[in-house]
C-alpha cells in the first residue's frame, strides 16, 4: 500500500503573476553591487599579479578590466598540485553530502517527529555540538584518528563531516512544520517509520534537503585546518591547502591564488543553482508569489 | 522521566570518554636519546621530511632527487605545507609523538622554543666533528643552552632595491652601493619625500612590514639591545631611548606618507615588481624576479642611521630531528648532506638561489647567474659584507615565539598610527605577562 | 488546526476530553517503543558520529583546560582545577577580549539577519531570473573566506579602490582596517558581505514554504504590505528564522579568519575577540590548556546566546493530549 504524500495543488498563473520589472531592476542591481568584489577577484584571476597591483591606483575602469586576458593563472594552477587536489576535494565533499544527508535527514527526522523520553535532551546534544569551534578540537580529535589508523585515508577526511549537527537543526526545523496529520494518516495506513520519512516526509522536504546538502557541503569544501593535519600524502591533500601553497615563504602570487579561488567557489555557487532548480520546486506549498 | 535523558547522556559521554581513554597515547617519549653516531656506511631506511618549500615551484624535488643519487638507500619522503602553516602541522604531529616526521624546517630564532618544547633532538654529539663547516652566526643560531639543536642550511641578508626611472622623474641622486660609505636614513628622506612628490605610489618599503626580522636594525642599530636582557633574555627591553626613538621613526615614515599603510609585507614585493615602489629593503631572493621583470633596478647597501651603527638583518633555517624520530642515522645522513656536505648540498644543488651558511657555499653561491649583471656584482658584494661584519641575530630567548608575535603587533600599530612608547610600554606588559611561564 | 488520531478515533484537541486507550501503563504501550526504537535506530549513526568525532574531543579540550601545561603540549600538564579560568577571568586583557565579542555579535547578528531577511523577501518577489540572481547573491559565501578577507583587504586599504570611490564622491578618505575605530567596522562589513547571501538560501525556503492561502486572507483583510508581513509573514518565519539566527551567531562567535588576515587582533586590540585570541594562544603560542580554556569561556558565552534565541523564537506548543 503505498503512502502519497499531500502536496498543495499548483495555483493557475494568473495577470498578477507577470514579472515585476522594477523589483527585477532592484534585484539585479543588488546582486551587481555584492557581486563586485568578486568580479574584481575574477579579473584578477585573468592577470599576472602585477597587474592586479598595479592597476588599482588611480581609479579608472582598468581595476576591474584586465588589460590583457589570459588564462595563464589558471594552467599553471591546475597543471600543478591543485588540478588533483580539486578531484579530491570533489570526491571527500560528494562522499560526505551522500553519506551525511543519510545521516542527517533520518536524525532529524527521529528528533522533530518522533516521540520518545530523552528527545529534548538529544536535541540540546546535537546543538551543542556544532557550538564548539572546531579548532579547539582539532589537534585532540586528529590524536584519535591517527590511533584509529584513519590519517592519510579518505574515510578520515569524510567522517567529521558527516555529523553536522547544522544540519540536523535546519532539517529538524523543517520536519516540524509538516502537519502532523500526514504522518498520522499514513500510519493508520500501515506505514513504517522508514515509509513515512522516506516516502512522505523527503519529496516535501525538497528546499530543506537542498540547503542541508549544501551546508554539509561547503563545511567540507572549505575544511583547511582538519586536512592539513590529518594528511601528509600528497597524493590525498585537498584543494584548500593547494590553494594556499600558492603563498610561497618569498613569493605570494596573487594572481594563481586568485583563480584558484575562483575555481574553488564556481562548484558550490553551480550546484546551489543546479539543485535549487531541481529539488526546490518540490514542497509543501512552493508556488509562486 | 527525567531521569531518562541524564542517564542516556552520562552513558554517551563516559562511552566516549573511554573510547578517548583507550587510544591516547601512543609511542611514548624518544626513540634513541642522544648516544649514537652517524654512520660510515647507509642504513636503508625511509625518513619523513616536513618542509615549506614547493618540491616544484621552488624546485625543491631537485635536491631530493640529488641526494637520492647520492644516497640510494634512504627514501626521503618529503611533506610539504603552506609557510604560514609549519607550526600547527609540527604542533599536531609532535602530539602524536611517532615517527612522522624525522627532520623539519626549524627557524633558527626559534631554536631555543623549539628545545624547551622537546620538538627538536640535541644532536650536539652527532654534529661536533663539523661544526667548523658553518659560518659562526648560523651555527650560533642553532645553539641553545651550549647544545646543538638544529643544523643551518641557509642564511639571509638585506639589500636596498631601487627603481632608477622613479629616482629619476624626481631628480634624485641614486644610494649608495659601497658598504663602507651607505646612505644614511637622514639623507634619505628627503629624496623619499621628493620621489613621492614626483608622483611614487609607494616612496619607501621595508619589505618585511612590520617584522622584527626586518626592524630589529632600526633599534639595535641605534643602540638598543636586541629586545630582552636578564637571565635567559627572558626580561623585556623595548622601552629603551633606541627602541622608541626606533619606532618613532618608523611611525613617522607612514605618518607622513613615507611609507604605505594597509598593505601587508606579502605585498611588499608584487608593488616593487609593478614599478609602484621606489625605494625597498628586502633579501636577495627578489633578484630573480627583477631580472625577468621590466623594472630598470638597482641595487644599494642596507641604510643606517647617521649616529647609529650599520645593522643587517640574518638567519634563516635550520633543519631539526625529532626526539620521537624511529631513523635517527638515516635522518642524521640527511641533514648532514643537506648542511654540510660540499658547502651544505641543499644551498648549493637547489636552482633557486639561497645565501648559504657556510664558506664554501657561498663561494659557489656568488657564481650564480643573478650576480653577473653590473647591479647583480654591486649586490655580490654586499652581501658577502654585511653577513661577515653587520649581521645581527635575532634575540636568542626560550620565549621567541610570543616575542616575536609581539613586538610585530607593536610594530603594526605604530605604523597605523599610535604612540611609539605607548605601544612598547603595552607590548612590554604583554611581554612580561607572556614570559611569566618561561620563569 | 490539525487534528490528530489516536487508534483512528479522532480526538479533540482539549486538557479535558477524554483519553481513548489510556491508562496508567499507557506511556509503554507497544506504540510508543516501537516509536522509541524506531528513534533510536534513526538516532544511532548521528549520536554516534557526533559523539566520537565532536564531544569526545571536546571532552578532551576541556579536560585539558583543566590543567597548565608548558607551551608545545609535549610536557605532561599539571593539574590546576579552575586555576586556568581563574587567571582569565582576572586578566584585563581577557576581559576587554570577552566584551569586544559580545558587542560584535550583539551588532552583528540581527544585522546580517535583518539583511538575509529583506534580501530574502526581494528574491522571492515575482521577478525574471530569479535563480540567477540568487545564485550572484550565494557567491560571496563561496569563495574561500581566506581569498575574500584578501580581497577586501586590498579594496579597502587607505589609498584603495573604495577610498577612490569615496574621494571622487566628494568624501574624504577612511582609515578603515589602520584605526582602531573603524577596524572592527570593517570587519563586520567583510563578514555581512559573505554571510547574507548564505543565510538567505535558508530564509528564502522558509518564505516558500509559507502557504499563500494566508497572503490571500490578509489581502481580504485589507491589510497592507507591512502589516501582512508583520502578523502574516514574521510568525510563519519562525523556525526557519530561528535556524539561522542561532547558526549564525555560532558562526561569527567561531569567526576568526578575516581578523587574521586583515587586522591580525589589531590595531591596537581593537578587533581581538574571543576565538582569534583563542586560535593564537592554542596554536601561534602553542598553549593549548590555556586556550582550551579560552575556547570553553567562549562556548559558554555562546550557549548564553543561544538559549535566549531559542526562547525568543519558541514554538507555541500545542495543548497536550496526555497528562
Known amino acids: ?289 | 522521566m527525567r531521569r531518562t535523558p541524564l542517564v542516556l547522556g552520562a552513558l554517551v559521554v563516559s562511552a566516549t570518554v573511554a573510547l578517548t581513554g583507550c587510544s591516547k597515547g601512543g609511542s611514548d617519549g624518544a626513540a634513541g636519546g642522544t648516544d649514537w653516531t652517524i654512520p660510515e656506511e647507509d642504513p636503508t631506511a625511509t625518513i619523513q621530511v616536513l618542509g615549506i618549500l614547493d618540491p616544484v615551484k621552488e624546485h625543491m624535488q631537485e635536491v631530493l632527487d640529488a641526494f637520492k643519487k647520492d644516497h640510494p638507500t634512504i627514501t626521503v619522503e618529503y611533506e610539504y605545507v603552506p609557510f604560514d602553516d609549519l607550526n600547527s602541522v609540527l604542533d599536531a604531529r609532535m602530539a602524536n609523538k611517532d615517527g612522522n616526521p624525522d627532520v623539519f624546517w626549524a627557524d633558527q630564532p626559534r631554536t631555543a622554543a623549539l628545545a624547551t618544547r622537546g620538538y627538536s633532538a640535541d644532536i650536539t654529539k652527532q654534529f661536533e666533528p663539523y661544526f667548523g663547516a658553518w659560518d659562526p652566526a648560523p651555527k650560533e643560531s642553532s645553539t641553545f643552552d651550549g647544545k646543538l639543536y638544529g643544523v643551518p642550511i641557509a642564511n639571509s641578508s638585506q639589500l636596498l632595491y631601487y627603481n632608477k626611472d622613479l629616482l629619476d622623474a624626481a631628480g634624485v641622486a641614486y644610494p649608495s652601493a659601497d658598504p663602507e660609505n651607505r646612505s644614511t636614513f637622514e639623507d634619505l628622506l628627503p629624496n623619499i619625500q621628493k620621489v613621492v612628490d614626483a608622483g611614487a605610489e609607494n616612496g619607501f618599503v621595508f619589505g618585511q612590514l612590520d617584522r622584527y626580522y626586518q626592524l630589529e636594525p632600526l633599534s639595535v642599530g641605534l643602540g638598543g639591545s636586541a629586545g630582552a636582557t636578564g637571565d635567559g633574555n627572558l626580561t623585556p627591553d623595548i622601552t629603551s631611548d633606541a627602541w622608541v626613538k626606533a619606532l618613532e621613526f618608523y611611525g613617522k615614515l607612514a605618518a607622513d606618507g613615507l611609507m604605505p599603510r594597509g598593505i601587508t609585507a606579502d605585498q611588499t614585493d608584487a608593488a616593487f615588481l609593478a614599478g609602484d615602489t621606489a625605494y625597498q629593503i628586502q633579501g636577495p631572493w627578489l633578484l630573480p624576479n627583477l631580472a625577468t621583470s621590466d623594472i630598470n633596478w638597482g641595487v644599494a647597501a642596507h641604510p643606517q642611521f647617521a649616529d647609529g651603527e650599520a645593522v643587517t638583518p640574518t638567519g634563516s633555517w635550520s633543519l631539526a630531528l625529532s626526539p620521537f624520530s624511529d631513523q635517527q642515522q638515516a635522518a642524521a645522513i640527511f641533514m648532514k648532506w643537506m648542511s654540510v656536505d660540499g658547502g651544505g648540498q641543499y644551498a648549493v644543488v637547489r636552482p633557486d638561489p639561497e645565501l648559504p651558511a657556510s664558506p664554501e657555499g657561498k663561494k659557489v653561491y656568488f657564481e650564480r647567474d643573478m650576480f653577473q649583471s653590473e647591479e647583480g656584482k654591486k649586490a655580490a658584494a654586499i652581501i658577502d659584507y654585511e653577513t661577515s661584519k653587520t649581521a645581527v641575530p635575532r634575540l636568542g630567548t626560550v620565549g621567541y615565539v610570543e616575542f616575536e608575535e609581539i613586538i610585530g603587533r607593536a610594530y603594526s600599530d605604530v605604523r597605523n598610527g599610535a604612540d611609539a612608547k605607548g605601544a612598547l610600554e603595552a607590548a612590554s606588559a604583554e611581554l612580561e605577562t607572556a614570559w611569566a611561564a618561561y620563569k | 488546526m490539525s487534528t490528530s488520531t489516536r487508534a483512528g478515533r479522532p480526538v479533540l484537541a482539549g486538557p479535558r476530553a477524554p483519553r481513548a486507550g489510556a491508562g496508567p501503563r499507557a506511556r509503554w504501550s507497544p506504540r510508543r517503543l516501537k516509536e522509541a526504537a524506531w528513534a533510536a535506530a534513526f538516532l544511532a549513526p548521528a549520536v554516534v558520529t557526533i559523539a566520537a568525532t565532536r564531544i569526545a574531543p571536546s571532552v578532551d579540550a576541556f579536560v585539558d583546560s583543566l590543567h597548565r601545561g608548558f607551551p608545545g603540549g609535549l610536557r605532561v600538564p599539571v593539574f590546576d582545577s579552575l586555576g586556568q579560568y581563574q587567571a582569565l577571568l582576572s586578566t584585563d586583557a581577557f576581559r576587554e577580549t570577552v566584551a569586544r565579542t559580545v558587542v560584535f555579535n550583539v551588532i552583528i547578528n540581527p544585522l546580517q539577519v535583518a539583511l538575509a531577511l529583506l534580501v530574502a523577501v526581494l528574491m522571492t518577489r515575482r521577478i525574471a531570473l530569479r535563480g540567477v540572481w540568487r545564485m550572484l547573491l550565494f557567491v560571496p559565501a563561496t569563495i574561500p573566506l581566506v581569498g575574500s578577507s584578501i580581497v577586501w583587504g586590498i579594496a579597502l586599504q587607505p589609498r584603495g579602490p573604495i577610498n577612490a570611490i569615496i574621494s571622487t564622491l566628494g568624501g574624504d578618505p577612511q582609515p578603515f582596517f589602520t584605526s582602531p575605530d573603524q577596524a572592527m567596522a570593517a570587519i563586520i562589513l567583510v563578514a555581512t558581505w559573505v554571510g547574507v547571501g548564505y543565510w538567505m538560501i535558508f530564509l528564502i525556503s522558509g518564505l516558500e514554504a509559507i502557504p499563500h492561502e494566508y497572503y490571500e486572507a490578509a489581502k481580504l483583510d485589507r491589510a497592507g504590505p507591512v502589516r501582512t508581513f508583520l502578523s502574516v509573514t514574521l510568525p510563519l518565519l519562525k523556525r526557519p528564522l530561528l535556524f539561522v539566527l542561532v547558526a549564525d551567531t555560532v558562526a561569527n562567535f567561531v569567526l576568526f579568519i578575516p581578523v587574521q588576515v586583515l587586522t591580525n587582533g589589531g590595531p591596537q586590540n581593537s578587533t581581538t575577540m574571543q576565538m582569534f585570541n583563542a586560535y593564537r594562544t592554542s596554536f601561534t603560542y602553542g598553549q593549548k590548556n590555556l586556550g582550551a580554556a579560552e575556547v570553553t569561556i567562549l562556548t559558554l558565552i555562546m550557549l548564553v546566546f543561544v538559549v535566549v534565541q531559542f526562547w525568543l523564537l519558541r514554538e507555541e506548543r500545542p495543548a497536550r493530549r496526555r497528562r
Not at chain 1, 7 to 25: G, K
Not at chain 1, 126 to 134: A, G, R, Y
Not at chain 1, 160 to 175: D, E, H, K, S, T
Request: hydrophobic share 55%; charged share 10%.
Open chain 1, 1 to 289: 500500500m503505498s503512502v502519497t504524500p499531500v502536496l498543495a495543488p499548483r495555483r493557475r498563473r494568473r495577470a498578477s503573476d507577470a514579472t515585476n520589472w522594477p523589483i527585477t531592476a532592484l534585484a539585479v542591481f543588488v546582486a551587481a553591487v555584492f557581486m563586485l568584489p568578486a568580479l574584481w577577484l575574477f579579473s584578477g584571476s585573468l592577470r599576472p599579479t602585477s597587474e592586479i597591483f598595479g592597476s588599482l591606483y588611480p581609479l579608472s575602469w582598468g581595476v576591474i578590466v584586465p588589460k590583457t586576458v589570459s588564462v595563464d593563472n589558471y594552467t599553471a594552477l591546475f597543471a600543478g598540485t591543485f588540478g588533483r587536489a580539486f578531484l579530491v576535494s570533489l570526491t571527500v565533499c560528494l562522499l560526505t553530502v551522500a553519506i551525511g544527508l543519510v545521516v542527517c535527514v533520518t536524525a532529524a527526522y527521529a528528533l522533530a517527529v518522533l516521540e520518545f523520553p530523552g528527545r529534548g535532551a538529544a536535541f540540546a546534544f546535537v546543538v551543542i555540538s556544532f557550538m564548539v569551534p572546531f579548532e579547539a578540537i582539532a589537534i585532540p580529535l586528529s590524536q584519535l584518528f591517527n590511533s584509529w589508523g584513519l590519517t592519510n585515508t579518505l574515510m578520515g577526511l569524510v567522517l567529521p563531516g558527516i555529523g553536522n549537527g547544522l544540519a540536523i537543526f535546519n532539517l529538524r526545523q523543517f520536519f516540524r512544520s509538516v502537519p502532523a496529520s500526514y504522518r498520522e494518516a499514513a500510519k493508520v495506513d500501515g506505514a513504517s517509520e522508514p515509509r513515512v520519512l522516506f516516502g512522505m516526509y523527503v519529496p516535501l522536504s525538497g528546499p530543506a534537503i537542498v540547503n542541508s546538502a549544501l551546508l554539509i557541503f561547503l563545511g567540507q569544501w572549505s575544511s583547511y585546518l582538519w586536512p592539513l593535519i590529518t594528511v601528509s600524502d600528497p597524493k590525498l591533500q585537498v584543494a584548500p591547502i593547494a590553494l594556499a601553497k600558492t603563498f610561497t615563504e618569498h613569493f605570494a602570487d596573487y594572481g594563481q591564488n586568485f583563480a584558484g579561488a575562483v575555481a574553488l567557489s564556481v562548484v558550490p555557487a553551480v550546484l546551489m543553482l543546479v539543485l535549487q532548480r531541481t529539488f526546490g520546486a518540490l514542497g509543501i506549498s512552493s508556488g509562486e508569489k
